[in-house]
């Protein structure tokens, strides 16, 4: 059974700087202080603007890409695109400007499984991957990187993953449905071809449109391979309370919830909560024909 | 800034005293423990659980969420653990935390009310029930249905006899007249009304031509519903003698404060708890501070300050101006 | 992006045709010739006149607006020239602007709205009378009067013989069903109900400790009211055959297809002229330039796509799921 | 009878830059373009932020306290306080930012009132008589200029004022309750105490709290000199649909009112509109008791 005491707490962050990392994507930094729980990767923060930034009532969740320790508690750092509304209100804040951060919320991908960690990363999907790249570097484990988009310029953040994996020496796969770089194709194609090549045993850890995300579920469960997948949801709280970020759970995974005490705050026989017992889920978890 | 203490806080709602009037509102708070290492729930009025049915109900289809202009909507469709896990589980760890527990209590005919009350109506820690005649997310049993003033005073005739502790009926808004519900509920025995729970509402996706949430509609919660939730909360309190709890869109002490001097006696902060997870003590926090300030000294010097029970709604408030600002 | 031409937007409302599907509240777009220079008002579908009684009205004391999260309360009170300034000086200039002229009454009485409707019923160019039965913010004949289906089929009776212009009923959301208030409307004669007025709402000035209104309450509009509008609109929809006018919220002519979606034939743009004066000619434009993308060659293949008048409300939307997108 | 087609439009607006003029208070100047009809001292505008701006729905009416030709349109000044959602959104743009304005609205001063001008500011009401001394200056006229506030500090703008002012010679005569600088007491206090020292017939513009214009209004219907006040009042659209910026009329002013053919847009016999008949009236047209 995951960790129940949550951890997160409700802080005051500072824009230390955001730039433009190509495809209308934001790269965004954020200060926030020591008392902050430092997230792990997969695990993600409720971002709050306020009246005098945004119509916005919600606060918005968002993925860590980056974290380091910084002068007076942690830097985080964000990979998004301006949307709508409440991360249109995000882009426009200039350096210093405050605002609130709720986290780490939800768990992360369980990296510490034995293995060679496979990262697969559609579009923005990456920001978190990124941070599980910087993660399995820390502690020394090789990984291989994939990364797929639209196109060429639709691999936001790809300078970032390279920075990152060549300090390992773990390698980047490329893909690209126009075939602009690398691989022509979706980066499900791209794993099933390169899979065989990979030291075994594998362990996935993906991050996408759910479409995406829902071919490497099916991929890796006919093939017996551990997946773990980022998955999102509208949310409202990001804590538990709401119940508004429901994921279909599979007939197998009902099945065992009836034996098992999973706590409520992460759901129930039908439906798991994506902020308390997600964003990651193992492909197993999931009903992925009920899910959009 | 004269220091927040000594303000007197205390309110009573029928049997049932409060250190305070903030409650955190059902179905925004969890079972009460959730958001106990952020809220100390001890300094709450009190905490109303998620309302629980006779059987578990997982709830509604995705999607259950969508943000419109200054609130939000939702489709929960009272997922809850259900009476009996409630019991073993929820109530104990909640009464170790210390809270005034008002448990809220859901049904689809007046039977199944009077089974959860005859099961939980002598539980040991619980100070009041709050029954949800009015959630506009489920198919039957829902707000449509309990909209009915006889219906309403019959079903609590019937369960008033069932416990000692607090009977609070919690009102829908949708309806031509709350202060006539309101009646209803004080003539069958209720200790007291909630006015208001969510509002009827839809959205629409136009890119994929539905709903945007898993059912047609689902209830608006958050600050766009606070101008309405406040006269229907007013209407009801210039109709009945029995203590009116506010409910809709109370974000901040300055929107408890506003409420209570149309006519509350307690308030129930709801949405605001998924934007800031300590609103619910912020609030009380906030309203003692704009007290003291204001050097009142006793909360129930306030209260109704802006309502004239005898008046009807629309005169009631120019005629009064009173002097505590 | 496909040009915006070539996309069929007329619709009837009765006897009435109109080029497109988008109205000026009334109330917020004066007489009609106020905006004039910067809308072309024979552009819209028509303009609906601020509403006029039989006598002038000065209207409510000050303060008459008070802004809420997502929204606006007003406090007008019906102020308007009256009768005869409306006829003798108002109409003739909007009549030469070219605009479809749909007339705005009110009354405190049937009788008085027969008197306005034998002036004004066969007057030139006034293609149709919307009956303001909804008015929140007047002591007599405002929207509580009305609220009574059989009060309101009634009195369509009576008014139905007086003119062959259209005659629609426009109804307050504030009341337990919309749906009986469009059916009592339908059965009295109506050509179509305007689903809906502002809601009642109310706001307080805890500085000066009094209504932020002149009067204790006012009516709500603006996005925040939207979801509640819309479901309001989608219940009229599905109650009666005659068309519904959507209103409330609408900024957008994303807003405006919403509503069409859920059953509208036609919408209403009000508080948004408040905020971009050429918001009803946009509305046009953008629904539009919408359904052109969407390659929908008239906007009657459009509407009720996400309406099942056979269903109750909350089933429909999920039911059918088109792919216009 | 004053103009009735009205000449305002709604155009796009940027920042030129936004600055802190003392006590709270910013001086924000804004490029419109040319098609824009340039306001006269005691026009308004509506400022209008926008969802990714801002939680504040209605625009903002705001006195236009400066303007001037500029590159590619006009450039207009304005000088506000940060008291609420809307004006606290406001403060936070940064230059370039955009946002919507409507103007100009409203009636302004008659400045071209033969006599000599007496502008009476209170507090941030300075704003519209800044613009005032601008134009009278531009027109080679002297003026007189009572500037109050509660202190010394309070006296935002200032410096701006003395800057107009010397070019011409005009005198500033300057007032605070707590006598922090300037003679101690009221601005009105100050008018009745150098009215006779001034070149008569005086004309009276004044704009600050309505408190302090009631005592104007009342000083100069007193003395039988003409005075204009610039009102507030809550509002909504600015241009006279919505009718929610009442007035009350005086009992002389209803009187007239029957005869004259006031437009509707202006009002009716009880109640004046601030937004199309002023925001700026002569003291004889209001009701001074029923004036909050
Ligand atoms: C756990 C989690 C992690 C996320 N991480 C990232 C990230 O790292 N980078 C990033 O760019 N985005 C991320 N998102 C998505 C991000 O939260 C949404 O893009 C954002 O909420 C949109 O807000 P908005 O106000 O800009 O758009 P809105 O105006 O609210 O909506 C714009 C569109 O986005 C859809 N939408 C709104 N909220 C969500 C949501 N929560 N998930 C999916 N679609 C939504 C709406 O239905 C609408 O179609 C994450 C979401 C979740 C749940
Ligand atoms: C014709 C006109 C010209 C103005 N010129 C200036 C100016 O040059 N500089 C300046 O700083 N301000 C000016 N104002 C006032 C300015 O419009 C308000 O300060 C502003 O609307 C407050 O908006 P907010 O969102 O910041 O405050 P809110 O959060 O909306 O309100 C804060 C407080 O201000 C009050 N308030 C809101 N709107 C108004 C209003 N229109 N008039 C008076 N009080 C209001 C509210 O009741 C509340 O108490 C002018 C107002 C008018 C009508
Ligand atoms: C997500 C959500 C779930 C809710 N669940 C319940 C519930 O189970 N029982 C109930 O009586 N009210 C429920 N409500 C209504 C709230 O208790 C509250 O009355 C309402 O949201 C208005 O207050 P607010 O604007 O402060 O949220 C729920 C509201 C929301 C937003
Ligand atoms: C200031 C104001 C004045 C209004 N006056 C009238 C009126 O005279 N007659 C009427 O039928 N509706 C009146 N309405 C209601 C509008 O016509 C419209 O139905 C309502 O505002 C909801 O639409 P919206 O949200 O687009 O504004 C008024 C609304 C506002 C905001
Ligand atoms: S977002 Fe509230 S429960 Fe997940
Ligand atoms: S603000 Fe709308 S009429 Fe004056």
Chains 1, 4 share one sequence.
Not at chain 1, 125 to 131: E, K
Not at chain 2, 66 to 85: C, D, P, Y
Not at chain 2, 216 to 230: C, R
Not at chain 2, 281 to 292: N, Y
Request: glycine share 10%.
């Amino acid at each position: 059974m995951k960790r129940v005491t949550p951890g997160w707490t409700q802080v005051s962050a500072r824009v230390v700087r955001q730039r433009a990392v190509g495809a209308g994507h934001l790269w965004l930094d954020l200060a926030v202080p020591r008392a902050f729980d430092p997230p792990a990767p997969g695990q993600f923060v409720q971002l709050l603007l306020g009246p005098t930034a945004t119509a916005a009532l919600l606060p918005r969740p968002m993925s860590v890409a980056a974290c380091r320790r910084a002068r007076h508690g942690w830097e985080l750092g964000f990979l998004y695109a301006p949307i709508g509304t409440g991360t249109r209100a995000l882009a426009a804040l200039e350096e210093d400007a405050t605002l609130e951060l709720l986290g780490p919320l939800g768990h992360g991908f369980p990296l510490e499984q034995p293995g060679t960690p496979v990262l697969v990363a559609g579009g923005r999907g990456v920001a978190p991957l990124l941070f599980a790249a910087d993660a399995l570097a820390r502690s020394r484990r090789r990984c291989e990187f994939l990364f797929g988009a639209r196109s060429r310029t639709q691999l936001v953040g790809l300078p970032d993953a390279r920075a990152r994996l060549e300090r390992l020496g773990g390698r980047i796969h490329l893909c690209t449905d126009d075939g602009s770089v690398g691989f022509r194709g979706h980066v499900v194609a791209l794993l099933e071809r390169i899979a065989a090549r990979l030291k075994p045993p594998l362990v996935v850890h993906a991050c996408g449109p759910h479409a995406m995300l829902k071919a490497v579920a099916r991929w890796s469960l006919a093939r017996g391979v551990p997946s773990h997948l980022a998955m999102e949801s509208i949310m409202a709280c990001g804590t538990g309370v709401c119940r508004g970020c429901p994921l279909p759970r599979s007939p197998r995974a009902r099945a065992a919830f009836r034996g098992a005490r999973t706590p409520s705050l992460y759901g129930n026989e039908e439906w798991a909560m994506c902020c308390t017992e997600g964003p990651v889920f193992e492909a197993a978890a999931l009903d992925w024909e009920r899910i959009e | 800034m004269t220091p927040p203490r000594g303000v007197d806080l205390r309110v009573r709602i029928g049997p049932m005293a409060l250190a305070n009037p903030v409650l955190a509102a059902s179905g925004t708070f969890g079972y009460g423990d959730e958001l106990a290492h952020v809220v100390d729930v001890a300094a709450l009025g009190g905490v109303i659980t998620k309302t629980v049915t006779l059987k578990p109900r997982a709830g509604n289809p995705p999607r259950r969420i969508a943000e419109t202009a200054g609130g939000m909507l939702n489709s929960i469709g009272l997922e809850n653990v259900g009476l009996q896990a409630f019991v073993r589980e929820k109530l104990p760890r909640l009464r170790a935390l210390g809270a005034t527990i008002v448990a809220s209590l859901g049904g689809e005919t007046p039977r199944d009310l009077e089974r959860l009350l005859e099961a939980l109506g002598g539980e040991r820690g619980v100070s009041g029930f709050e029954i949800n005649f009015s959630c506009p997310n489920i198919a039957r049993g829902g707000a449509r249905y309990w909209a009915v003033p006889r219906r309403l005073e019959r079903t609590l005739q019937r369960l008033r006899p069932l416990t000692r502790a607090a009977l609070i009926a919690k009102l829908p808004p949708d309806v031509t007249s709350v202060a006539d519900l309101a009646v209803a509920c004080e003539q069958g025995g209720a200790d007291a009304v909630t006015a208001v729970n969510t509002f009827v509402g839809m959205a629409v996706d136009l890119e994929h031509m539905t709903s945007r949430l898993g059912r047609a509609t689902g209830g608006l919660s958050g600050p766009a519903i606070k101008p309405l939730a406040l006269a229907r909360c007013h209407e009801a309190a210039c109709a009945v003698r029995i203590p009116v709890i506010g409910s809709g869109g109370i974000m901040s002490g300055r929107d408890a404060l506003e409420f209570i001097a149309v006519g509350a006696t307690a308030v129930q902060v709801g949405t605001a708890s998924f934007i800031h997870p300590r609103a619910t003590l912020d609030v009380v926090e906030e309203m003692r501070a704009l007290l003291a300030e204001r050097r009142i000294a006793r909360l129930l010097d306030w209260r109704a300050v802006l309502a004239d029970p005898a008046a009807r709604p629309p005169a009631a408030l120019n005629r009064r101006r009173t002097s505590h600002g």
